[in-house]
């Protein structure tokens, strides 16, 4: 992968160069130009580091760099002068010769191989008229109103979910094709790019309740449109326009679908337009990921229910925000048991809701403290969608504190293989790292998820306690700082301030960012948890035990996540009051 295509923009011929020369380069080395932990660090080098340099003669090393330059501009700038460049390696010390052979046999077999390659394989695909593999690019906005971006979303994620459930069709996940959001669409470049053998592309456009969507669906080896359809509907009628168009899409790849895959595409879903579009706002607030968001997001989930009260989807959503809110918004006690009974709900209506079970799971994990039944959840989510990259990244955030850190590592990798490109698994990685006090990796990790979603103010605050733990102090208050840019009451952000101001032995700003936190909690919920760990870095144990205790009795997720593994807690593990207090979690000694 290219840096541009790493980064979602145009890509050309340039890329297979890069392509090629990492190729190259490991054929050279016998090791990978570009490497990490995980894949976010592998793509943060891409696009932000240099290989080592080359044992090779200096002009097969300047052929391979200029293959690998990070601007397109900079590289070869077609095959034909590369492979002219490989013949023409030669210098005057005869123990060249065999790097001059080694170059030639590159440059005539991988050129010649790779194009008969293609070619074989691009008519043995166009001769098969069956399509395995599609992508759903995110709907263009042609509208200046701010209701046409919810629209969008929730249409093109809706379609994404509806394909997905279609055996034996890989549907690539919504955050892959995200980047492509409002650029141009070269359809055929764009398969490559994805690895797909159709997109569907359209655009929506709305005035007042007057909505225009048109879609296209092409198959992009021969660049042949399978279908195209322009709908002119009122708003109401969004509903029947996503089930209309996943109901085409569905019946152009499948020649027949079967009464059991019919029902699979509206399975858990709503036959009511205003419930609809109420469960599309509830996910569009949901996903800002924000005080204000999670607020409105409640507000119409609920809305929806209210109209459709067998709304499968709504109750998982309901769950979803509920959990994201505990301990930060809400009390646990208040968001752990509606969390569970909107998860067990959703079960009731679909059984098969993969992203229903990860709920029950995560609130069977971080209220009721139920490891055995968290653990099934997570097992029979994963069962249902392999590749559901939050269920592996939530399992994740199990093992950890259950002390099963190769297991965590190992289910925090397969969240990026099902979703290299999802904000939670490229956190996923570095958060775990964290949780296993892997501090150099974690830093490389949260860089490169930070580049990918730097409005995901989580990175932020995981790469802060990682700053914080190999002593880089100014750069751990930077990132919490940053942090909070993007959610300014964010309780958490503020401990992990307060925890560093502590460190690094400036307690005015310590204590003020508790007389903070103490004034939010006058008109908000605060953890005790994020209040313990300031004092745990002020290195007050008793008011540190005080505030875990108290986190203790309102069943904090922190206790069942974080505080088994807070290496910000290292001062208190002498007391016996903290092996005491982890007994009475429940977690393993």
Not at 553 to 574: C, G, I, K, Q, W
Request: aromatic share 10%; charged share 25%.
């Amino acid at each position: 992968m290219s840096p541009e295509q790493a980064e979602g923009k145009t890509a050309d011929a340039r890329s297979d160069i890069f392509s090629f020369g990492t190729v190259l380069y490991e054929m050279l080395s016998g090791r990978r130009a570009f490497s990490g932990g995980s894949a976010a660090a592998v793509i943060g080098a891409i696009v932000l580091k240099e290989p080592e340099p080359l044992n090779a003669p200096p002009a097969l090393d300047a052929i391979v760099r200029k293959c690998l330059a990070k601007p397109p501009e900079g590289r070869f700038q077609t095959a034909s002068n590369l492979r002219a460049a490989l013949e023409g390696v030669s210098t005057q010390d005869g123990s060249a010769i065999k790097w001059q052979s080694v170059a030639r046999a590159i440059a005539v077999s991988l050129l010649v191989i790779g194009c008969v390659a293609a070619v074989v394989i691009y008519r043995k695909e166009s001769r098969n008229g069956h399509i395995d593999s599609i992508a759903v690019l995110p709907l263009e906005i042609r509208s200046n109103d701010p209701d046409a971006e919810f629209i969008s979303d929730g249409i093109t994620e809706s379609i994404n979910n509806s394909l997905a459930q279609l055996p034996n069709l890989k549907v690539i996940p919504l955050s892959v094709a995200l980047p492509y959001k409002g650029k141009a669409t070269d359809v055929q470049k764009i398969g490559e790019d994805l690895g797909v053998q159709a997109v569907l592309t359209g655009h929506i456009g709305q005035r007042g309740d007057d909505l225009t969507v048109g879609v296209g669906l092409d198959d992009v080896r021969d660049r042949k449109q399978l279908w195209g359809e322009q709908y002119h509907r009122k708003l109401a009628d969004l509903l029947n326009i996503q089930s209309d168009i996943a109901k085409e899409v569905s019946q152009r790849l499948r020649s027949q679908l079967s009464a059991a895959d019919q029902k699979k595409l509206t399975k858990g879903s709503t036959d009511s337009p205003e419930a609809y579009q109420l469960y599309l706002k509830g996910k569009y607030y949901t996903n800002k990921f924000t005080k204000d968001g999670f607020s409105k997001g409640l507000d119409y989930f609920n809305q929806a229910i209210v109209v459709d009260p067998n709304y499968g989807l709504a109750y998982t959503g309901l769950a979803y925000n509920y959990i994201n809110q505990q301990d930060w918004y809400i009390r646990p006690n208040e968001a752990g048991p509606r969390a569970r009974e909107a998860a067990k709900r959703a079960l009731a209506i679909d059984e098969s809701d993969a992203d229903a079970h990860v709920a029950l799971a995560i609130a069977s994990q971080w209220y009721e403290w139920d490891w055995p039944v968290a653990e099934r959840e997570f097992k029979r989510a994963i069962e249902l969608n392999p590749n559901n990259a939050e269920a592996h990244s939530y399992y994740a955030w199990f093992l950890a504190p259950m002390g099963r850190k190769d297991e965590a590592v190992a289910e925090a990798k397969r969240a990026l293989q099902a979703d290299p490109f999802s904000p939670l698994a490229n956190f996923a990685g570095g958060s775990v790292s964290v949780f296993t006090h892997q501090w150099d990796q974690a830093i490389e990790q949260l860089l490169a998820a930070k580049e990918l979603a730097p409005a995901f103010w989580f990175n932020s605050c995981f790469l802060g306690r990682a700053y914080e733990q190999v002593g880089k102090m100014p750069e751990a208050i930077a990132e919490f700082k940053s942090a909070l840019e993007l959610d300014k009451d964010n309780t958490e952000i503020l401990s992990g301030l307060g925890d560093a101001y502590a460190v690094a032995g400036n307690k005015t700003e310590a204590q003020k960012v508790l007389d903070q936190l103490r004034g939010l909690s006058e008109h908000g919920y605060v953890s005790p948890y994020s209040l313990a760990v300031i004092y745990a870095g002020l290195k007050e144990k008793d008011q540190a035990f005080a505030w875990l205790e108290r986190a203790f009795n309102e069943r904090s997720y922190f206790m069942a996540v974080y505080f088994p593994t807070d290496a910000r807690l290292d001062t208190l593990h002498a007391d016996p009051r903290f092996a005491a207090l982890k007994r009475r979690v429940g977690l393993p000694e």
